[in-house]
């Protein structure tokens, strides 16, 4: 295969525990049209033995080494603060890119100076004729889903099109981007740290794009439980906080009472599959999380330079 370089793009993946998944990963990078100049893997503290692996077989991956645990926000933030590409790309290590990944995003980054970011079609690893996610989408209420999840890759989202945002776990971004609005909210720690994130440079006028001949595939689920008592407590905290911190107050006005239905049906869903305690406690650190949120709103919100009636355009019934 012949290799374009690109003297523009840096990769960047967390990593904890993710020694069974690193070789899927990495050797899809290494077969990648388009080189990036730096693939950085940051560590969270693993105890796998996936550092050494990443050392003793993919030399041309740089990794840097957190103590511990500190979350996916921090991990990639550490990443994109040590990277030098105009243009970061953000990898989960539980994904796989087709050759032309790379340079599909990056030609499609380059194509519209308006597009802050750009997400792919993501199939899942073991099925791939099933969608995994075709971009990130809000529903009426305004909390997020990923769009064509487990429908089939017929054709139905074949169109390249501006969407809200792009999943994390495969993404492309201009760093202007994060010069802009900021990084990952540390806060978050995981889960809705990238939805936080998209909503922030919606506001700011960056827009995403999604581009479905960029293919990745990605085995949802081998980095976190999507039923475990913490990702439910995390998500429902979580989901307060991007609501207090990023949700322009005439819109938060309008939504409010869609929010409130929606949340109280999450309530009602968590209780009918065992899961209650934990979104009862999830919601109640979300509340503890607001006064902070509320003073980060303080540099968010005078960033916004798009209207109400834009952002709702992204917010639709959910299928």
Request: aromatic share 10%; net charge positive.
């Given at each position: 295969m012949v290799h374009t370089q690109s003297?523009?793009?840096?990769?960047?993946?967390?990593?904890?525990?993710?020694?069974?998944?690193?070789?899927?990963?990495?050797?899809?990078?290494?077969?990648?049209?388009?080189?990036?100049?730096e693939t950085i893997i940051v560590d969270n503290g693993s105890t796998d033995g996936s550092v050494d692996f990443v050392r003793n077989n993919y030399p041309w991956a740089s990794v840097v080494m957190l103590p511990s645990n500190a979350g996916v926000a921090v991990a990639m933030n550490r990443g994109i603060v040590a990277s030098n590409g105009e243009y970061v790309a953000l990898l989960n290590n539980d994904t796989a890119l087709a050759p032309d990944w790379l340079e599909t995003m990056v030609r499609a980054l380059q194509s519209e100076s308006a597009v802050g970011s750009v997400a792919c079609k993501m199939l899942r690893f073991f099925d791939r004729q099933k969608i995994d996610a075709a971009g990130d989408f809000l529903t009426r209420a305004g909390s997020p889903y990923s769009r064509g999840s487990n429908e089939p890759d017929d054709g139905r989202y074949d169109a390249r099109e501006f969407i809200f945002g792009a999943c994390g776990a495969?993404?492309?971004?201009?760093?202007?981007?994060?010069?802009?609005?900021?990084?990952?909210?540390?806060?978050?720690?995981?889960?809705?740290?990238?939805?936080?994130?998209?909503?922030?440079?919606?506001?700011?006028?960056?827009?995403?794009?999604?581009?479905?001949?960029?293919?990745?595939?990605?085995?949802?689920?081998?980095?976190?439980?999507?039923?475990?008592?913490?990702?439910?407590?995390?998500?429902?905290?979580?989901?307060?906080?991007?609501?207090?911190?990023?949700?322009?107050?005439?819109?938060?006005?309008?939504?409010?009472?869609?929010?409130?239905?929606?949340?109280?049906?999450?309530?009602?869903?968590?209780?009918?599959?065992?899961?209650?305690g934990p979104a009862v406690a999830g919601l109640w650190e979300g509340v503890i999380l607001a006064p902070k949120m509320i003073g980060k709103r303080k540099s968010v919100q005078p960033k916004r330079r798009t209207s109400i009636n834009y952002l709702k355009s992204f917010m639709r019934r959910h299928p």
């Open positions: 003297p523009t793009v840096s990769i960047v993946i967390p990593n904890l525990n993710g020694l069974a998944h690193l070789p899927d990963c990495l050797e899809s990078l290494k077969a990648q049209s388009m080189r990036p100049i495969a993404a492309l971004f201009r760093r202007i981007v994060f010069d802009e609005i900021g990084l990952f909210d540390e806060d978050f720690v995981s889960h809705y740290e990238d939805v936080d994130l998209a909503f922030r440079a919606q506001l700011a006028g960056y827009r995403c794009l999604y581009v479905p001949d960029a293919v990745c595939y990605h085995k949802r689920g081998a980095t976190y439980s999507s039923v475990s008592d913490r990702t439910i407590r995390v998500q429902e905290r979580n989901l307060t906080a991007y609501y207090v911190k990023s949700f322009p107050a005439g819109l938060l006005l309008a939504k409010l009472p869609l929010i409130l239905a929606s949340r109280a049906r999450r309530l009602y869903r968590s209780f009918r599959t065992g899961v209650g």
